[in-house]
């Protein structure tokens, strides 16, 4: 089984990217997938979440920002408008799937400057 994110950038702040992720190798529908980032020196944080079901929860710095939805089976996407300059990170896409528990990407790494 394996997480593949795509979608990261160079963007000028105020900007818009759209990260996309996906897994394969897996028969089994996510129970919830998320995005997480990593800024240089800075610990690992919590973007957004999504469940099988539709809830959905993000980070206070990101609320009403960025938007996580599913695209088809067991793909997301993290729709990232008014980007900011402390948005750049590494941004790391997780899957909990079922008898296979929690998988990770590699990242994709987005860089907010003017």
């Known amino acids: 089984v394996q997480v593949v994110e795509s979608g990261g950038d160079l963007v000028q702040p105020g900007g818009s990217l759209r990260l996309s992720c996906a897994v394969s190798?897996?028969?089994?529908?996510?129970?919830?997938m998320g995005w997480y980032r990593q800024a240089p020196g800075k610990e690992r944080e919590l973007v957004a979440r999504i469940t099988a079901g539709g809830a959905t929860n993000y980070a206070d710095s990101v609320e009403s920002r960025f938007t996580i939805s599913g695209g088809g089976v067991n793909t997301v996407y993290l729709q990232m408008n008014s980007l900011r300059p402390e948005d750049t990170a590494v941004y790391y896409c997780?899957?909990?799937?079922?008898?296979?528990?929690?998988?990770w990407g590699q990242g994709t790494q987005v860089t907010v400057s003017s």
């Open positions: 190798g897996s028969t089994y529908t996510f129970n919830a």
């Open positions: 997780i899957a909990q799937i079922p008898f296979y528990g929690d998988i």
